[in-house]
């Protein structure tokens, strides 16, 4: 995901300071080139030995003492993204200022790569009017700000102030990258997670879809630079910055929000999997136990695949337990897709609430493509690269 970008990870003296080497780590393991500024303060949490061995490449710490004495210059202009990751109160105030008196502060002023910044400090510090008129500052400036969490403080006190959770990081670092991407300037809505069809206050009927595919579909096309709506009936899986996320419960829920969400969309991804039937009444009152058994009537609900109409890329998902290829190619023509995704949901380390799946592609046009078992964070990709085969030219855009 960040393949080719050069990331410059300013580290300041915060306590905060040693997760700059997890930070450090994730984004190499993203792709990315990074080359660490650490500045003298942050130098004594955190040695750059750690950070050379982690990115594989020099460390920068100070001003005056590289070669060639130009470096800031070279690193600002090379930079794709600047991240300072923990931000001290005094870095801030320095860059709200336009200060430029170390390696950091020099490289950030000499930068027009997008800046991130995420601060790190004692909640008084952070409350404190000086450093909120600062951060507001940056942000005028167009920094981005990675707000800090509520939590437990280095001091043993508790409340804002925190460093944000590195997936969060991590996830404004993709964000900001994704600017260029080739998704770049499409709108996708997708859904994901079982219905959940209730039966009385505590009880509903569902399906063991996790959602899993959903919110990794959703993280790839955000990479990739699309705006991404994504209505789910799960619990987030991994991070979600810059993704919109609707939570609903029932089919129709489901629909409304798609019905909303398509508009202008220029695709759409129906991964959730969607109740069938739902019961005919949901009791207010929970159902007591009775002798002998209890029948139960069901009704169908909507279908919503070809309820959501409009000139957009349409593509379904088939988990199949019988004959996948029938299945898939019945729903292809029957619900008016451009791609059906198909499973075998029976076969082991497949399908749902595994982490990984093996999936055939049936296109419009005919053609089938087989892919080989993978983690579904990859079949994210290559179910977004089919999408980009069938191409967006003669649908909305
Ligand atoms: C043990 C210790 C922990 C510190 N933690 C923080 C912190 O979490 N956030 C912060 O803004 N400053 C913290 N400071 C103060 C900064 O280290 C100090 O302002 C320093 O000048 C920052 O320099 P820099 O911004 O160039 O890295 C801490 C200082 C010490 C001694």
């Not at 507001?136 to 990675?146: A, D, N, S, T, V």
């Not at 499409?186 to 219905?195: A, E, F, H, Q, R």
């Not at 929000?257 to 019961?279: G, Q």
């Not at 419009?364 to 999408?387: C, Q, T």
């Amino acid at each position: 995901m960040l393949a080719g970008k050069e990331v410059v990870l300013g580290i300041t003296g915060s306590i905060a300071a040693y997760k700059g080497a997890e930070i450090a780590s994730r984004l190499v393991q993203a792709g990315a080139s990074v080359n660490v500024v650490l500045t003298e303060s942050a130098a004594r949490f955190i040695t750059p030995l750690t950070l050379e061995s982690i990115t594989s490449r020099k460390v920068f710490t100070g001003l005056w003492n590289n070669a060639p004495a130009t470096t800031h210059i070279t690193l600002a202009e090379k930079a794709d993204i600047v991240l300072i990751a923990p931000a001290t109160a005094n870095i801030i105030a320095r860059i709200a200022g336009g200060f430029a008196d170390d390696m950091l502060s020099c490289t950030v002023l000499a930068t027009r790569a997008p800046i991130l910044v995420a601060p790190a400090m004692h909640t008084d510090m952070y409350e404190n009017p000086a450093t909120q008129k600062n951060i507001e500052r940056l942000r005028e400036l167009g920094f981005i700000i990675i707000e800090p969490e509520e939590g437990r403080l280095a001091s043993g006190g508790y409340g804002r102030g925190r460093l944000a959770d590195i997936d969060i990081i991590t996830g404004n670092v993709k964000l900001a990258a994704a600017k260029d991407g080739d998704l770049a300037g499409k709108k996708l809505v997708i859904t994901s997670g079982g219905t959940r069809e209730p039966l009385d206050p505590v009880r509903y009927l569902g399906n063991r879809s996790s959602g899993k595919t959903g919110y990794f579909l959703a993280q790839a096309a955000r990479d990739r630079g699309a705006s991404v709506r994504l209505i789910t009936t799960s619990e987030p899986v991994g991070e979600t910055t810059g993704i919109d996320v609707e939570r609903v419960e029932t089919a129709r829920d489901m629909l409304s929000a798609l019905n909303r969400a398509t508009e202008n969309a220029d695709c759409l991804i129906m991964a959730a999997a969607v109740a069938d039937y739902r019961p005919a009444e949901a009791f207010t009152t929970k159902i007591k136990k009775s002798a002998g058994g209890m029948d139960l009537q069901l009704v169908s609900n909507t279908d919503i695949l070809s309820q959501a109409r409009g000139s957009f890329v349409r593509v379904g998902f088939a988990a199949e337990t019988g004959d996948v290829d029938k299945g898939a190619r019945e729903k292809l023509s029957s619900k008016d897709l451009d791609l059906v995704v198909a499973n075998d949901v029976s076969q082991p380390g497949a399908g749902f609430d595994a982490d990984s799946n093996r999936v055939r592609l049936f296109f419009r046009n005919g053609k089938v493509e087989d892919l080989e078992l993978m983690p579904k964070s990859a079949l994210a990709h290559r179910i977004i690269d089919a999408i980009q085969a069938i191409g967006f030219s003669d649908k909305n855009c």
